[in-house]
């Protein structure tokens, strides 16, 4: 059986006391122990930022890509790899900014992997300027007079782009991360999971507090992830109460279904000198 | 200029969308059906239907290695051609015309022998639609030249085998239309050019520099192929998706340049292998990856196959302008390996030697091509398709992982390759850190004694180059051992080396396969007893030399350089030679 201990190692976290990080990754380590998931079978690719720090203290195998990045380099290990349960994190600025191209056209392909996106409305580990999802007016340091600029939805960027698993959690909300990442991980094709996460030192706004008064949880009375026009809705609701909990799902052939080259022996375990004498013949 | 006495050179213009280079295929495979050689050469603008575009097809009874600069009979389907091409054709020569577009005066062209062939009117008399012109030229032409009707009629059943017997009917009726026409009409006797078929077995293939890299990556058994298109690149993309259901291999075209090269240093982290081409500017945006392959030792295999720059440049021309950008590319100071063949042979070996590289060494391998290399189509009796060795280099199998609990992917060793472990086996979890690490992956900067382990593993990375400078591809010499004057070459000029030696007595040229890190040793074996080193390079600041003379002190004579969207020509060539000589 799979430990929370077979997920550490010896290093110790270099995170602000009381960020978020530490529930985001508690409840991932609970997930994957609940699936019993051993550490080696797991690859986690990731971003730079705070979320990408994590990278020195989870004990998996482990891809720290470029700022915005992570997406393409784990699709290429998935692909490489289909044996390989596979992560992609990243935070608000390179997951939605730097990386927004990649977001949108990984969500059509529904690649079989999960993106874990630490949402904390703002650049953190640079010390505190607006990101895609900060909300408008929000003074940081790059916006001493509030940024002028409209926050991006993400999630309905999702729904809208073809991922086919969409949902939303808290950070401080432990049990209830750990059974979104665990449908997120088991769910065949794309998933997309925004996780909501306070930074204790540089959003003064967004606090701990200020997320568990303005997020709510969906019931499945309330909403049927099926729904696609609902979710696209849900996934854009803010103001009121912020919905957490599963957005949208369906079933939809994977990127890996539409390639018979895939099935079978993982990419991994080909490589080997290829005859390529009947595809000279059509030069002659 | 002299004309290449052994060579007779068919070139064929008008607006683009007219099908010269079908046309150009055509005739190809009508010499090389009677046993000639050919060389296919095209020049076109970057757009779909309009502009000036010609294809030329030099014919001999040996491999040609580069287009005459001289032509000997000339296909005009407008006037146009005529203006811009007449001034190429020998005197002895010939030009054949449209008559049923081209109507204006042509007095001022008199010095050529002129044939009419109203092509219009001869697809009328044989009810076939307008885009088979190309056809009629090209069955005139070889009516000129009394070649045989049976072979010409056998090269276009093959090449539109695909296509249906309707297709190869009505395409074999123009050719035929017009070759009558030539007969019944041009007085073929009198021309001073004939071609003769003879029999022959399989006929030789005929390949572009990028075909031949095409079955190049799939024979050093590459399994995810990943490229967003763009000139001059882009039929490798075409070539490997095509091939997909018979290799096996996937092939993947992403969202833009910057996805695809994680995508393949995602797939090689992984660890089977993978591969992307793409141009100058496709490659700037991929630079910053070229630096994460680097810092995490992940093998990259990239091809670049340049076009003149900056920005978008000339598309579809050539230049060897990113030869100073490929070897700077990236932030930082790593090991790079740049390899640089010259003909389609060293193409297919240069994508098994890179795979090998890159695995071995852990680190990226660029092969740089050009659009002389990548598009000109040579006939190769000889193109052998050796399989290439596959050698991964140190990878830890799960039983030499047993028990292990961190696993230092980054172990300082002498050599500075480090054995990895592969996602998924058991004992080998590590990071590949884009940070700069220590022994395990880990981010140095959070954990006491960086700046010695920062050191530590700069010097680590380094040491990769002397090992792996023996196994570059070496220079080679190409003509007699003896000269006066030695040329140096590297990717696409060694064709038109090879040319040129023909038309100069006591010259000689080196070729370089690979020019980063520069093999010095070799290089300096090579030029032993070099009387006057004169370097050959398709752009304007003698980008080799420069790094040459900046890397090991060896400074060419002189420099023969061009930068018009053109390669030299090795008439051109070999009189700025003589002017040294």
Redesign the interface.
Known sequence: MTQISDYMNSYRATWCPGCGNFGIWAALRRALVDMDLPPHKLLCVYDIGCSGNGSNWFHAYGFHSLHGRSLPAAMGAKLANREQTVIAFAGDGGGFGEGGNHFLHTCRTNIDMTYVVHDNQLYSLTTGQASPTSDQGMETKSTPTGDPDRPLRPLQLAVSAGATWVGRGFADDLVGLAQLYRQAIEHKGFAVLDVLQPCVTFNHFNTREWYAQHTHKLTEQEHNPADKAKALLLAGEWNGKIPLGVIYREQRPTYEDHFPQLAGKPLTQRVAARDVGQLIEQFR | MPHRRDVFTWKIGGVGGQGQQAAGATFAKAC?RGNFLTFNYSEYPSIIRGGHGTTQVDVAPRPLTAPSAAVNLLVALNEETIQLHAAEVTHDGAIIYDGSKITGDLKAYRRHKLFNLPIGNLLQDAKLPPISANMVAVGASLGLLRYSQAVLHHAIA?LFAGKGQGTIDANIAAAQAGYDHATKHFQPARFAFTLRAKPVG??????TGN?AIS?GI????C??Y?AYPMSPSSSILHNLAG??K?????V?Q???E???I?????????????ALATSGGGFALMT??LA?SAM?ETPLVAVVSSRPGPATGLPTWTEQGDLKFLVNAAHGDFPRVILTPGDPEEAFAAAGTAFNLAEKYQLPVIILMDKFVSESTRALPH?T?T????E?GKIATASELAGTK?FARYALTADGVSPRA??????????????EHEEH???VE??GGGALLRQRMVEKRAAKVRHLIPELPKPVRLGPAKAKLTLLSWGSTKGVAEEALRLLPYVNAVHMPAVWPIPEHALRHALNHVQQLVTVENNFSGQFATILRGATGIAPDHQLLKYNGQQFFPEELAEKVKALL
């Open positions: 090389t093959d399989k006929p030789a293939p005929l390949l075909d079955l799939a024979a050093a058994g399994q995810l990943v091939w997909a018979t290799t096996n291999m996937v993947r992403p969202e833009d910057i996805a695809a994680h995508v393949a240093i995602g797939a090689m982290f992984a660890g089977t292998r993978s910053e990856a994460l995490t193109f398709l399989p290439p060795e596959i991964r961190e592969l996602p998924g086996t058991e004992g080998g979890i590590h990071l590949a850190n884009s940070d992956g880990f981010a959070s954990f």
